[in-house]
């Protein structure tokens, strides 16, 4: 093994060269950890064939360009993209993925002779960003309810004040100051959520008495 060898070898991220077929050339770096396979066993296979890949609704997808012939020949590279894959293991993993293209060095512009893809697992901060989706989905349904009530009741007291006795009016308003404090409280809790991930979320430390709790 060369010098040059060993430092492909001991990359942490997998080094994947694959041919003008999108078909694999070289397995290197962490790959074999990361995917499970050996160089020998995916030799000459389709890299999509291997591991299957889907995109963040699930649907199949390519790594990298699907049709290598309608890259411009100015382009280099491709930015960052996310799949989801699996492993030999039947282990679901996200990885972040950047393609360089290799081109004869007789034509630096000319076809595209292969493709050069770094992938490195980015499972943990992929389920982080779909977790904050999920959050932010869920607060905006937690905020539109009391809103659409308040924006409903205050229309009906704008609209129609002469029409309701005094009982009515004072209910109507009750209704629209309990969905204020609501709103009130989840933009307090989001703000106490940002406080926490920043590191600057104070206590308050006192004597309890447990028993009583």
């Not at 004869?104 to 893809?117: D, E, F, K």
């Not at 659409?148 to 309701?164: E, P």
Request: hydrophobic share 40%; net charge negative; proline share 4%.
């Amino acid at each position: 093994m060369t010098a040059l060898d060993g430092v492909v070898a001991g990359i942490r991220d997998a080094l994947i060269v694959l041919d003008d077929q999108r078909c694999i050339n070289a397995w290197l770096g962490a790959a074999p950890q990361l995917l499970g396979w050996d160089a020998d066993e995916v030799a000459g296979k389709s890299i999509d064939d291997l591991l299957h890949p889907r995109d963040t609704n699930g649907n199949a997808t390519s790594i990298g360009p699907g049709d290598l012939s309608c890259v411009l020949g100015i382009t280099t590279g491709t930015p960052e993209q996310e799949v989801l894959v699996r492993t030999k293991a039947g282990r679901e993993l996200w990885l972040g993925i950047c393609c360089s293209f290799l081109r004869s060095p007789s034509v630096p512009r000319g076809p595209i002779t292969g493709v050069v893809a770094v992938a490195r697992d980015v499972t943990r901060r992929k389920r982080i960003d779909l977790a904050k989706s999920e959050v932010i989905s869920a607060v905006a349904h937690e905020l539109r309810s009391p809103l659409t009530s308040v924006k409903g009741f205050t229309s009906t007291l704008l609209h129609r004040w002469d029409r309701f006795d005094d009982a009515t009016k004072k209910h109507l308003l009750v209704t629209i100051e309990s969905d204020a404090d609501r709103v009130t409280r989840l933009i307090g809790e989001l703000l106490d959520v940002s406080r926490i991930e920043a590191g600057r979320l104070e206590l308050r430390r006192y004597p309890i008495d447990v028993v009583e709790i």
